[in-house]
């Protein structure tokens, strides 16, 4: 595993625990940013960075200013996507960091991609379900 993950603050302090615990590099938002820096702000500067950021809010691609940010800067962010608590969502993305980081390394950045947890059907039939990655937007 060699991408550094950069959390987003909307995913609070255990998700990125989380990660750390399973021993990925992870970059907090609290420890960079003030917590009312604007997303473009910080977006530009994990994109500066090299990093991958990890974020719950769907709503970047929506907004002008940040998903140009995201677009032109060259950044590769992950929305996680469910309504799960987050320790729950930190854990799915953990069990398929696997495909995570293959995904990371076949596609050019800037893109934005949707992590999904399992399903609850999968939950109940597999016996180590894993979430999956998909593309959302690319340049």
Do not use: C
Not at 84 to 91: H, T, V, W
Request: hydrophobic share 40%; charged share 30%; aromatic share 10%.
């Amino acid at each position: 595993m060699s991408e550094t993950y950069f959390t987003d603050r909307d995913l609070g302090k255990l998700f990125p625990s989380i990660l750390q615990q399973a021993g990925l590099r992870v970059e907090r938002h609290r420890d960079h940013f003030r917590h009312d820096t604007p997303d473009e702000e910080w977006l530009s500067v994990v994109s500066e960075k090299g990093w991958i950021a990890i974020t719950h809010d769907a709503n970047i691609r929506r907004r002008p200013n940040q998903k140009a940010a995201v677009l032109d800067g060259g950044l590769g962010l992950i929305v996680v996507v469910g309504k799960l608590p987050f320790p729950e969502l930190a854990e799915h993305f953990v069990n398929a960091i696997a495909a995570v980081e293959r995904f990371v390394q076949r596609h050019r950045r800037p893109w934005i991609a949707r992590f999904y947890p399992p399903t609850p059907q999968e939950m109940a039939t597999k016996l180590h379900p894993r979430g999956r990655i998909e593309m959302w937007i690319d340049k």
